[in-house]
């Protein structure tokens, strides 16, 4: 059963940190590109970051870029993401993705397998 579990989320004041992870089982984790994408109340869903199936390449989107950082362990078939300096803005729940490799790694369309998510609360 191929299947993407994030965890980590939380609630935390302006200006700290937290680190999300999405634990990913049943697929071949270092074939596949891998981002983080999130959904805010009445919003539509965004990207947020994303990282080759070899982690040679990121792209971030230009709301979190210098803040947030995206890495990959494949052997233990975990992506993370590092969120610094949060805002009130980035409260979302936030959703790992796995997308075959060689796709643009913003296009949410190129990404076919989806975590449940987490919940990041940022109070002001």
């Known amino acids: 059963q191929v299947q993407l579990v994030e965890s980590g989320g939380g609630l935390v004041q302006a200006g700290g940190s937290l680190r999300l992870s999405c634990a990913a089982s049943?697929?071949?984790?270092?074939?596949?590109?891998m981002a983080w994408f999130r959904q805010a109340p009445g919003k539509e869903r965004e990207f947020v970051g994303g990282?080759?199936?070899?982690?040679?390449?990121?792209n971030y989107a230009d709301s979190v870029k210098g803040r947030f950082t995206i890495s990959r362990d494949n052997a233990k078939n975990t992506v993370y993401l590092q969120m610094n300096s949060l805002k009130p803005d980035d409260t979302a729940i936030y959703h790992c993705?796995?997308?075959?490799?060689?796709?643009?790694?913003?296009?949410?369309?190129?990404?076919?397998?989806w975590g449940q998510g987490t919940q990041v609360t940022v109070s002001s």
């Open positions: 993705a796995a997308g075959l490799r060689n796709r643009a790694l913003e296009d949410a369309s190129n990404y076919g397998i």
């Open positions: 049943g697929l071949l984790f270092n074939w596949y590109n």
């Open positions: 990282i080759s199936w070899n982690g040679a390449s990121t």
